[in-house]
């Protein structure tokens, strides 16, 4: 479930990251030096918003997790991420073709934003990963009640999350890429 919050981390914060790289090279009406001083507090409160937005949500479908059954139908953490990437990459686009476009109003503004966001969902992803150890059990969203584009991993159709042992998967507890083989 970590690895869906995951997955967008890495895009946003390198489109915002070329983005706001990009838009600091144009001088824009407000000029470098407030662009970048807006951008670097609009980092911030984007990283903190999106980090701290639905923890509720998802610690309440965190303690009522059941144990998965033989039915549910579970993905891997690279199906999992490639699936929101490709159910997002439109979304993706757009938002970097604005940051880019934000550049000539306030220089680097958008991109550092677009950054923040990928920064707050990398932070809300450690969250889930602490709570995940606390438990000593991964948590997983069955893939029907995922939206179509494969987010939502906290959506209204979410009824309650599965869960496993720490050695299911090929994720560790965060969403992240499982470093060593797992002793059976």
């Known amino acids: 479930m970590a690895v869906v919050v995951r997955?967008?981390?890495?895009p946003m914060w390198w489109l915002g990251v070329f983005a706001a790289g990009i838009g600091a090279l144009?001088?824009?009406?407000?000029?470098?030096?407030?662009?970048?001083?807006?951008?670097?507090?609009?980092?911030?409160?984007?990283?903190?918003?999106?980090?701290?937005?639905?923890?509720?949500r998802?610690?309440?479908?965190?303690?009522?997790?059941?144990?998965?059954?033989?039915?549910?139908?579970?993905?891997?953490r690279a199906v999992s991420a490639r699936t929101w990437r490709r159910g997002h990459r439109w979304w993706l686009l757009l938002a970097f073709l604005a940051a880019l476009g934000s550049g000539f109003a306030a220089p680097a503004a958008g991109g550092m934003l677009l950054a923040g966001c990928g920064t707050g969902l990398?932070?809300?992803?450690?969250w889930l990963g602490r709570l995940e150890r606390a438990?000593?059990?991964?948590?997983?969203?069955?893939?029907?009640?995922?939206?179509?584009?494969?987010?939502?991993?906290?959506?209204?159709?979410?009824k309650a999350y599965r869960s496993t042992?720490?050695?299911?998967?090929?994720?560790?507890?965060?969403?992240a890429r499982r470093r060593t083989a797992a002793l059976v």
């Open 26 to 56: 144009v001088p824009g009406i407000t000029g470098r030096r407030i662009g970048v001083m807006a951008g670097a507090v609009l980092f911030i409160v984007a990283a903190a918003v999106v980090a701290y937005r639905g923890r509720k």
């Open 135 to 158: 438990e000593d059990a991964l948590l997983w969203v069955r893939v029907d009640w995922l939206t179509a584009n494969g987010g939502r991993p906290a959506g209204k159709t979410v």
């Open 7 to 10: 997955a967008g981390a890495a």
């Open 165 to 175: 042992g720490i050695a299911a998967g090929d994720a560790a507890p965060g969403g």
């Open 122 to 126: 990398r932070l809300k992803a450690a």
């Open 58 to 76: 998802y610690a309440g479908l965190a303690r009522s997790a059941v144990r998965a059954g033989k039915h549910d139908v579970l993905q891997d």
